[in-house]
């Protein structure tokens, strides 16, 4: 009992020896601060530091003052992110097992850049652990690569992860991909059973088809878990075709998905175009995430989220059809509660904290035609949501149509500080009650026309030249002869891979 006591008694010791070691920090940060903002200006040196998230423990990020740099790829993933990874991704299991009674074969991960500089390294960690590996550190804090947990220890079967990273990523953690790829080689050599090792199992299938498609390097191919955009480009294509109307169905959508985010990245490709291995592991997805880590941003924030995440589900479904594919955010906001939330209530969370919230709006409206135009954007990011997804419910638009539209008072202050705003608000709901995803009563629809036609009577009046009028072109690739083009690729795959 003695010993017990002496030991908590050393931890909180050891805590409010860092707690004042903290506060020390903080008070140096102001001179720091100062210091460094002169010398800047004066041509001098600025001592270099690091960056990195408070709220996950980087104290050593204060004082501040110094020419922070964002992140040492080397160091990724830190011990405590590999914590933080593996809890988060035994609860993203757990999600979906209590959902469909079985594990999920493969997973789907949106990963980011935000993940290395907000949280070291943590949804790589969750991609890691998935397949059943774990990160080997050397002395310095350097992760050197991973190493096979065994399945008694690992307690359930290795997972498949495919992961579609950004542009970012690319460019600047280079690690993610060989890592993710150094893990992989290492699961498929394994020699355990196929219904214990799904990472093998797909290797073997995709394999198997490529072969049967005469695609050349098929190991190598078919061995590929990370993709994005080809090297120079960034973004995932979706957003652009959502926001020009430029689709029709949700296999259209798909194509752009695949036709952007379809070159692989391993220690031995360098974005190759890989669309039939891409295709055929997409089939085995059961469920796509992203991790959230702060509120500091929402998937209303970017028209990123929807194209990437909500991108990624619609294909997936589009490809196979089926209905147990789920869309998740895995929330590591309090680490102390990480929670795997599905998108539908994603969705509606962010709309009441902030679109259908009293004090965001006003808070906006503070901001005049910048304001407007806020919440337009949000606005046309949760159409986004509703176009790749379908899981925005009626009572969400009914809702927002009623505050910002049919409102008087709220319809005036949009007319005196943005009407550009308000026209591009009200085309979105009419387009979401003509392409279904919004089954809007005949008496509002007919409202919302009217205070169309009202916003275009002045836009006439007040601008001239071109005027967007109330008709909703819709086009596709198959308009447009060197869009087309561009997509032959991905079609001349999916028919080989889907004999």
Same mark, same amino acid.
């Given at each position: 009992?003695?010993?017990?006591?002496?030991?908590?008694?050393?931890?909180?010791?050891?805590?409010?020896?860092?707690?004042?070691?903290?506060?020390?920090?903080?008070?140096?940060?102001?001179?720091?601060?100062?210091?460094?903002?002169?010398?800047?200006?004066?041509?001098?040196?600025?001592?270099?530091?690091?960056?990195?998230?408070?709220?996950?423990?980087?104290?050593?990020?204060?004082?501040?003052?110094?020419?922070?740099?964002?992140?040492?790829?080397?160091?990724?993933?830190?011990?405590?992110?590999?914590?933080?990874?593996?809890?988060?991704?035994?609860?993203?299991?757990?999600?979906?097992?209590?959902?469909?009674?079985?594990?999920?074969?493969?997973?789907?991960?949106?990963?980011?850049?935000?993940?290395?500089?907000?949280?070291?390294?943590?949804?790589?960690?969750?991609?890691?652990?998935?397949?059943?590996?774990?990160?080997?550190?050397? #002395?310095?804090?350097?992760?050197?690569?991973?190493?096979?947990?065994?399945?008694?220890?690992?307690?359930?079967?290795?997972?498949?992860?495919?992961?579609?990273?950004?542009?970012?990523?690319?460019?600047?953690?280079?690690?993610?991909?060989?890592?993710?790829?150094?893990?992989?080689?290492?699961?498929?050599?394994?020699?355990?059973?196929?219904?214990?090792?799904?990472?093998?199992?797909?290797?073997?299938?995709?394999?198997?088809?490529?072969?049967?498609?005469?695609?050349?390097?098929?190991?190598?191919?078919?061995?590929?878990?990370?993709?994005?955009?080809?090297?120079? $480009?960034?973004?995932?294509?979706?957003?652009?075709?959502? #926001?020009?109307?430029?689709?029709?169905?949700?296999?259209?959508?798909?194509?752009?998905?695949?036709?952007?985010?379809?070159?692989?990245?391993?220690?031995?490709?360098?974005?190759?175009?890989?669309? #039939?291995?891409?295709?055929?592991?997409?089939?085995?997805?059961?469920?796509?995430?992203?991790?959230?880590?702060?509120?500091?941003?929402?998937?209303?924030?970017?028209?990123?989220?929807?194209?990437?995440?909500?991108?990624?589900?619609?294909?997936?479904?589009?490809?196979?059809?089926?209905?147990?594919?789920?869309?998740?955010?895995?929330?590591?906001?309090?680490?102390?509660?990480?929670?795997?939330?599905?998108?539908?209530?994603?969705?509606?969370?962010?709309?009441?904290?902030?679109?259908?919230?009293?004090?965001?709006?006003?808070?906006?409206?503070?901001?005049?035609?910048?304001?407007?135009?806020?919440?337009?954007?949000?606005?046309?990011?949760?159409?986004?949501?509703? $176009?790749?997804?379908?899981?925005?419910?009626?009572?969400?638009?009914?809702?927002?149509?009623?505050?910002?539209?049919?409102?008087?008072?709220?319809?005036?202050?949009?007319?005196?500080?943005?009407?550009?705003?308000?026209?591009?608000?009200?085309?979105?709901?009419?387009?979401?009650?003509?392409?279904?995803?919004?089954?809007?009563?005949?008496?509002?629809?007919?409202?919302?026309?009217?205070?169309?036609?009202?916003?275009?009577?002045?836009?006439?009046?007040?601008?001239?030249?071109?005027?967007?009028?109330?008709?909703?072109?819709?086009?596709?690739?198959?308009?447009?002869?060197?869009?087309?083009?561009?997509?032959?690729?991905?079609?001349?795959?999916?028919?080989?891979?889907?004999?």
């Amino acid at each position: 009992m003695l010993a017990i006591k002496t030991e908590k008694a050393g931890r909180l010791v050891e805590t409010l020896k860092l707690a004042l070691e903290i506060v020390d920090r903080i008070r140096a940060s102001g001179p720091a601060e100062t210091a460094g903002l002169l010398a800047g200006l004066e041509g001098g040196y600025v001592e270099p530091g690091p960056s990195g998230a408070l709220t996950r423990g980087k104290v050593e990020v204060l004082p501040t003052g110094r020419n922070f740099f964002a992140v040492d790829p080397t160091q990724i993933p830190t011990p405590a992110a590999w914590k933080v990874g593996v809890e988060s991704a035994e609860r993203l299991v757990r999600y979906y097992r209590e959902r469909y009674g079985r594990y999920p074969e493969s997973v789907g991960e949106v990963l980011w850049s935000i993940d290395a500089y907000k949280a070291d390294g943590e949804q790589l960690s969750q991609i890691l652990w998935l397949m059943g590996v774990q990160p080997v550190w050397a #002395e310095d804090g350097s992760v050197r690569g991973v190493e096979v947990v065994p399945l008694e220890k690992l307690g359930r079967p290795r997972i498949d992860a495919v992961a579609r990273i950004s542009g970012i990523v690319r460019d600047t953690l280079p690690n993610y991909a060989y890592l993710i790829d150094e893990a992989v080689s290492k699961v498929i050599a394994l020699d355990e059973p196929l219904d214990m090792n799904f990472v093998k199992k797909h290797y073997l299938e995709t394999l198997e088809k490529l072969k049967a498609a005469g695609v050349d390097k098929p190991e190598e191919r078919a061995r590929a878990r990370v993709y994005g955009e080809p090297p120079g $480009a960034y973004g995932a294509g979706v957003n652009y075709a959502v #926001e020009a109307s430029a689709w029709r169905t949700d296999e259209d959508l798909m194509k752009v998905w695949l036709q952007w985010g379809s070159y692989a990245y391993t220690r031995a490709m360098y974005g190759e175009m890989n669309v #039939e291995a891409f295709v055929a592991q997409l089939s085995k997805v059961d469920v796509i995430n992203r991790n959230h880590i702060s509120d500091e941003h929402d998937i209303f924030g970017c028209c990123c989220y929807f194209a990437f995440h909500g991108g990624f589900y619609n294909a997936v479904k589009a490809l196979t059809g089926r209905s147990d594919i789920e869309i998740v955010t895995v929330d590591t906001r309090d680490l102390s509660n990480i929670e795997v939330r599905g998108m539908r209530e994603e969705i509606e969370r962010v709309v009441r904290a902030k679109l259908l919230n009293p004090v965001w709006i006003s808070e906006m409206m503070k901001h005049g035609y910048r304001g407007a135009n806020e919440i337009q954007r949000k606005i046309l990011h949760l159409y986004g949501w509703s $176009a790749t997804t379908k899981l925005v419910d009626k009572w969400v638009y009914d809702e927002l149509v009623r505050t910002y539209v049919l409102d008087e008072r709220m319809r005036k202050w949009f007319m005196e500080n943005n009407i550009y705003a308000l026209e591009e608000i009200v085309r979105r709901f009419i387009e979401a009650a003509q392409r279904g995803l919004w089954r809007a009563d005949a008496e509002t629809l007919e409202r919302l026309n009217e205070i169309y036609s009202e916003i275009e009577a002045v836009l006439e009046a007040d601008v001239t030249g071109e005027v967007q009028g109330g008709s909703i072109d819709v086009y596709t690739h198959a308009d447009v002869p060197q869009w087309g083009e561009a997509v032959k690729r991905v079609e001349e795959a999916l028919a080989r891979v889907r004999k």
